[in-house]
Structure formats: structure tokens, C-alpha cells
């Protein structure tokens, strides 16, 4: 951020508001997340083969990992998979005979995933699905699933609302949705962004706030990824 009058701040400080950020989040990871070797391992399989480090947080994957378990889900849908980090997260919380459903568009990304998935031992409980979300998640449907418990939505933000319905779709009354990505700087409560991620959100929280199978909120995240958020909801 450049400071261009008394009340912005400097480059240095936002360097050093964001290095505090960081700190914190490592004495989060060191005190409850713990050394997670399997899922370092992931990141560094994932820096390996070129994917961008996009992946949740270690506090973050933490946190879906338990809501998985506040929430008793014993089927998962995720819609982008990337290398698999927040899929193993959610998938280590899942009872033996749980499952999980993942979308990746890029075959590159599921490929990584894939070995990922596959060293973690949760060959077994996760199905890949490969190709753009909007086209593969009607075929998924055809299968007629029964019920998912939880979704977790973090692959292109435009399809954001799309992605949504399909969850009220997928879902049932009482399904936990989370929305990753939601704040991006603050940059969501510009109404006049032409960043079509920003607009697809916007279009999803006035999803979220006027659906009536939707009720939810969303909150702000600051930490080693920066400054962002998630949206939470329930189906009703
Ligand atoms: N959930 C992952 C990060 C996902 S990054 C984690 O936290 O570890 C977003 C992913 O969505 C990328 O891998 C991207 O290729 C994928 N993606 C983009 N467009 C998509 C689409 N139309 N359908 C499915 N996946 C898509
Ligand atoms: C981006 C996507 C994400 O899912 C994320 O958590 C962070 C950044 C991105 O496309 O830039
Ligand atoms: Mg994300």
C-alpha cells in the first residue's frame, strides 16, 4: 500500500504488520496445529511441481479439519483440489468409511493431488474429479450421491454463486458450507471492482444473505497467507 496521505500507511509498515501476521500464525501452528510432517510434505510436493502456493494456511486446514469433526461429516465435497492440501486436511477427519469428492480443472494439479492423496493413505476415501467444476459436478449428480454434510468451495470465484446452488443442491438441511477467499484485502466491498472474482463473490454473499436455504456469515483472516476471509453457512 503506498502512502499517499497522513492516514495510509507506508510500505514498511504494512511489511511490518504483515510480519506480525505471520509470527502469530506460527505460534498458532507451533502451540495447536503441531508438526504435521505428511502435510509439509504436501506443500513441498505441491512448490516441487510448479503449483502456485495457494493452498490454505496450516491454521486454516486445522480448522476445516475440525469443523469435519464438529460436524460428524462423513461425506465431503470440495470444489478446487490444487496439490490436495486442504483435501488431506479434511480427509484425515473423516471416520474410515467417510468420503470425499474433489473438483480440479487443471489435470496438472490432479496429478500432484493425486500422489499426494495417495501417500497420505486416502486413496481410499477420495475421489478426483478432473475437469471444469460447472460440467463435472453434473455428472456427479447423475449418480444420484446421497446427501453431502460439508462443502468446502475454493476453485474459481467467478462460478462462486453457481457453485452455491450446487451445494443447496448436494446438500441437506443442515449441511455446512464454507467459502473460502471472501474479503481478498479488503477489495470485496468495492461495488464497482471489475475483478470478476470480486464480482462473483459479491453475487454470492447476496446469495448467501437473501437465499432462504442459506444462512451464514463470513468472517475476516489475517495470517502467513495475508488478509482474507471465509463465509460459513448452514442449509436450511
Ligand atoms: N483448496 C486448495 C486450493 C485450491 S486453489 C487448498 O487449499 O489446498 C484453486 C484451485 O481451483 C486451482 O487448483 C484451480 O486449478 C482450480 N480451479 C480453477 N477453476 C476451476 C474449475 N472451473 N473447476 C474446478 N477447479 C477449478
Ligand atoms: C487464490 C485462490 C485461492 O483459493 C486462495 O486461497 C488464494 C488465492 C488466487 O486465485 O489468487
Ligand atoms: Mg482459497
Do not use: C
Request: aromatic share 6%.
Amino acid at each position: 500500500m503506498r502512502a499517499r496521505s497522513g492516514t495510509l500507511r507506508t510500505d514498511e509498515e504494512s511489511d511490518m504488520i504483515e510480519a506480525k501476521w505471520r509470527t502469530v500464525d506460527d505460534y498458532i501452528v507451533d502451540r495447536l496445529v503441531g508438526d504435521a510432517p505428511l502435510l509439509a510434505g504436501v506443500l513441498e510436493a505441491n512448490a516441487g511441481a510448479g503449483l502456485p502456493a495457494i493452498d490454505v494456511s496450516a491454521a486454516q486446514g486445522k480448522f476445516l479439519h475440525l469443523m469435519v469433526r464438529i460436524a460428524g461429516a462423513r461425506r465431503i465435497l470440495e470444489l478446487g483440489t490444487l496439490g490436495g492440501y486442504s483435501t488431506i486436511w479434511m480427509a484425515q477427519a473423516l471416520p474410515i468409511d467417510g468420503r470425499l469428492e474433489t473438483f480440479e480443472y487443471e489435470p496438472r494439479h490432479a496429478d500432484v493431488a493425486r500422489r499426494n492423496i495417495e501417500r497420505a493413505g486416502l486413496s481410499d476415501r477420495v475421489r478426483i474429479h478432473v475437469g471444469a467444476a460447472a460440467e463435472t459436478l453434473p455428472r456427479l449428480a447423475a449418480e444420484a450421491p446421497a446427501p453431502f454434510d460439508l462443502f468446502f468451495i475454493d476453485a474459481d470465484k467467478p462460478n462462486n454463486p453457481l457453485y452455491l446452488e450446487w451445494a443447496i443442491r448436494l446438500g441437506r438441511p443442515g449441511s455446512v458450507i464454507i467459502l473460502d477467499n471472501v474479503v481478498r484485502e479488503g477489495d470485496i466491498v468495492n461495488p464497482r471492482s471489475a475483478d470478476p472474482r470480486i464480482v462473483g463473490t459479491r453475487l454470492a454473499f447476496d446469495m448467501i444473505g437473501g437465499s432462504p436455504h442459506l444462512d451464514g456469515t463470513a468472517l475476516q483472516t489475517v495470517g502467513s497467507k495475508g488478509y482474507d476471509g471465509f463465509a460459513l453457512m448452514v442449509v436450511r
